[in-house]
């Protein structure tokens, strides 16, 4: 197997997998979050506005971890490097 | 398949790129500026105003009420900077509807550019209120061990910023272009719809954040609490 063909395997294994496992974490977590602040509102509904908010800003935290992923498997497969370089190589030649 | 609306050149000379996040961020400020401008020209202090200024009005003291409920007992000194980081994003995501634009905060150097800028402004404010010695003393608030953690807190929440909203913005384009190559009208314009949605709510995400971090760096401890004046 040449070097194109084995970083190409690479690449696209690896995305899939990032992405892949990458929001399992954050799924679990988010809800959790929810179901947390789900109960709490019914405890106090005076609250409600502050318990949404931070709900929100909880959320958006916990969103980063699977959007850090995401752009990882986003340049593996549009802006890979190693990709560019090596076409680059058999273009060159 | 193209990754920002860096990639879309309207206009060169030699290494001058007048690329789409120049152009739609030139757009959007366009908009901001003139619509605000014009709609203030006669303002009125009655019962009577124009639509226009009502509207104003709601989102002014909507993010007045907001910055207040963060802690920062002062919204008139934060929300020139708060309420403009809101509105930009807010509109950026909103002006999607509009067939050939592409949100100018789908690329990484308009977001990295607006977290730098709360970057700067989380050590203004928390001099301008504590003092230069009293706000460089909360580095090493609990111990002086944290002081390298709390740096590296304070880098790393900036970068977590500009990628958050970054990759928000860039995957509703992107999911929305793949689709449109795959499946016709009804699905697309659904994860359009979602995409709007995920777009204010990152926008809020994003003041809200800054605004958690600019009253983290101006708090100051008071013997005697401040009394709510307005609620």
């Known amino acids: 197997m040449d070097n194109m063909t084995l970083i190409a395997i ?11 496992l990458g929001s399992i974490g954050p799924a679990l977590g988010e809800g959790r979050a929810v179901a947390t602040a789900l109960s709490s509102l019914a405890q106090q509904p005076d609250a409600a506005t502050t318990i949404t908010r931070t709900l929100f800003v909880g959320l958006a935290m916990i969103e980063s971890i699977a959007i850090y992923c995401f752009v990882v498997s986003m340049i593996l497969i549009f802006a890979n490097p190693f990709w560019n370089h090596v076409i680059a190589q058999t273009a060159g030649k | 398949m193209r990754l920002s609306p860096d990639e879309m050149i309207f206009w060169q000379h030699g290494f001058l790129k007048l690329n789409g996040t120049i ?6 400020m366009l908009v901001l500026a003139v619509g ?9 202090t009655g019962l009577k105003r124009s639509r226009w200024q009502n509207l104003l009005e709601i989102v002014v003291t909507g993010i007045e009420k907001q910055i207040e409920d963060v802690g920062l007992r002062h919204p008139e000194k934060y929300i020139g900077f708060l309420g403009t980081l809101f509105l930009f994003v807010a509109l950026a995501s909103l002006c999607t509807v509009i067939p050939g634009y592409e949100p100018p905060t789908g ?6 550019a607006l977290a730098l800028c709360v970057f700067v402004a989380v050590p203004l404010f928390g001099i301008e209120e504590r003092g230069l010695g009293g706000y460089l003393k909360s580095y090493v608030e ?4 944290m002081l390298p953690f709390n740096i590296i807190s304070e880098l790393s929440r900036t970068l977590a910023l500009a990628v958050r909203l970054f990759g928000n913005m860039m995957s509703g ?3 929305l272009a793949i689709l449109l190559t795959i499946t016709p009208f009804i699905f697309p314009i659904a994860m ?9 709510v990152q926008a809020y995400i994003f003041s809200i954040l800054a605004a958690v971090y600019i009253a983290a760096a101006t708090r100051v401890r008071r013997s005697k609490p401040e009394p709510d004046t307005k609620h």
């Open chain 1, 10 to 20: 690479a690449s696209i294994v690896t995305a899939g997998l990032t992405i892949a």
């Open chain 2, 36 to 44: 605000s401008k014009l709609i203030t020209r006669k303002l009125s």
């Open chain 2, 107 to 112: 690329s990484l150097s308009t977001t990295a």
């Open chain 2, 142 to 145: 609990p111990t002086v061990i």
């Open chain 2, 173 to 175: 384009t992107m999911i």
């Open chain 2, 23 to 28: 152009v739609f961020t030139w757009g959007l």
């Open chain 2, 192 to 200: 359009s719809a979602l995409g709007l949605l995920t777009g204010m």
